[in-house]
């Protein structure tokens, strides 16, 4: 089963994908996670990476795509994956319908963690005082939320064509939400 969870930064994608990645045995593939360890790491990627990520902006598709296809590719892949932060685009949508329809399989289930931006804006910055973030300056939060709305939010009417789009209020206790998702999915 291959699920996208979609919403703005600070929506809390990253933490109902592990619940969630654990709960099915899937593999959690979250663009920001192996960005932030290639930029740690200072590969090649990272550093070019880190020219737009510390400022709160987009890394461009090229850098990121082949990555992606990889860990779509892992074995650990092969029955399903959470997708966290990738497709944002509707180029990114299309790689990924078009590699999984190579491999037979396709998105099951698109769940769009729906949070205020007064909410996402008070998250972020929670997050950046904890977790010393550079990503959650005030600047690169106002970037990131606009960059949202104008480039991933579009993908919601995409997917929603095909009936697998699924609003969930991402206001609440973690383990509230959680539980709304696996309502959602039946598991």
Same mark, same amino acid.
């Given at each position: 089963?291959?699920? %996208?969870?979609?919403?703005?930064?600070?929506?809390?994608?990253?933490?109902?994908?592990?619940?969630?990645?654990?709960?099915?045995?899937?593999?959690?593939?979250?663009?920001?996670?192996?960005?932030?360890?290639?930029?740690?790491?200072?590969?090649?990627?990272?550093?070019?990476?880190?020219?737009?990520?510390?400022?709160?902006?987009?890394?461009?598709?090229?850098?990121?795509?082949?990555?992606?296809?990889?860990?779509?590719?892992?074995?650990?892949?092969?029955?399903?994956?959470?997708?966290?932060?990738?497709?944002?685009?509707?180029?990114?949508?299309? %790689?990924?319908?078009?590699?999984?329809?190579?491999?037979?399989?396709?998105?099951?289930?698109?769940?769009?963690?729906?949070?205020?931006?007064?909410?996402?804006?008070?998250?972020?910055?929670?997050?950046?005082?904890?977790?010393?973030?550079?990503?959650?300056?005030?600047?690169?939060?106002?970037?990131?939320?606009?960059?949202?709305?104008?480039?991933?939010?579009?993908?919601?009417?995409?997917?929603?064509?095909?009936?697998?789009?699924?609003?969930?209020?991402?206001?609440?206790?973690?383990?509230?939400?959680?539980?709304?998702?696996?309502?959602?999915?039946?598991?």
């Amino acid at each position: 089963m291959f699920i %996208l969870i979609l919403g703005a930064p600070g929506s809390g994608k990253g933490t109902q994908g592990k619940i969630l990645a654990a709960r099915l045995g899937l593999p959690k593939i979250t663009t920001g996670d192996l960005l932030r360890a290639a930029i740690r790491e200072q590969t090649p990627l990272g550093v070019e990476a880190g020219k737009y990520y510390n400022q709160g902006k987009l890394v461009p598709d090229s850098l990121v795509l082949d990555m992606i296809k990889d860990q779509l590719d892992r074995p650990g892949a092969k029955e399903g994956a959470i997708l966290d932060g990738f497709p944002r685009t509707a180029a990114q949508a299309e %790689l990924v319908d078009r590699t999984l329809g190579q491999r037979g399989q396709r998105l099951h289930h698109i769940l769009l963690l729906d949070v205020t931006d007064e909410e996402l804006v008070r998250r972020m910055r929670a997050r950046a005082h904890v977790e010393g973030r550079t990503d959650d300056s005030p600047e690169a939060i106002a970037t990131r939320l606009q960059t949202y709305q104008r480039d991933t939010a579009p993908l919601i009417a995409h997917y929603a064509q095909r009936g697998i789009v699924h609003r969930v209020p991402g206001t609440g206790t973690v383990d509230d939400i959680a539980g709304e998702i696996k309502r959602i999915i039946g598991r």
